[in-house]
């Protein structure tokens, strides 16, 4: 069984009198420890199609299983329990709490899940050793580099053990030498059997994923695995 499993994703908005198709007749399926990179022009569809396999928003039409969930039909709190479980998400602006150490930051997702004081301070120690931030555990944002900040925010998203690491632009707030850290931190997770995937607009960033999906007008134009292309309908 599949990880994720998209068939025939449809997500339309309508604004006033026009209807909006952002994505069109999606199916992709992808498998444990997978590294994947969504890529596309602008207006392509691939901050729907990230939004919808965040578990952010639900499609019009077709179905989403997750981890064998059907998350298709699912309330917001049916939802953010899932995002909560399954899903542990990267961002390009960091988005961590300023007045809060690294520790605190990473350990944000298990209040929430309810885990008792000294289980998730262990498991944010255990998370910030991952990413190479160790001796960081007490210094908040605004003493951490921007790439220290986005390996805090690789430790939050690694915490709660996700089936997905969803990283949307990770690099887009890095220079260059930067970037390529962080890029060299996710092929380090990927080989440690993280399924992970990347949404990006450069093609030097998706060359590091061992699979592209490229979107196109809301539609899958080519889904190009290392070594030989995919079906579109894979």
Known sequence: MSL???TNIAR?????AETIHALRDVSVSIERGEYVAIMGPSGSGKSTLMNLLGCLDTPTEGTYELNGENVSDMDDNQLADIRNREIGFVFQTFNLLPRAN????????????????DERRERAREALQQVGLGDRVTHKPNELSGGQRQRVAIARALVTRPSIILADEPTGNLDSRTGEEIMQLF???????NTIL????EESIAAHARRVVRLLDGRVAADEAKGGDRSPEA
């Open 4 to 6: 994720i499993c998209l």
């Open 198 to 201: 990347l949404v990006t607009h």
């Open 102 to 117: 690294a520790l605190r930051n990473v350990e944000l997702p298990l209040i929430y899940s309810g885990m008792r004081l």
């Open 187 to 193: 092929a380090r997770l990927s080989e440690a059997g």
């Open 12 to 16: 339309r908005y309508v604004m006033g």
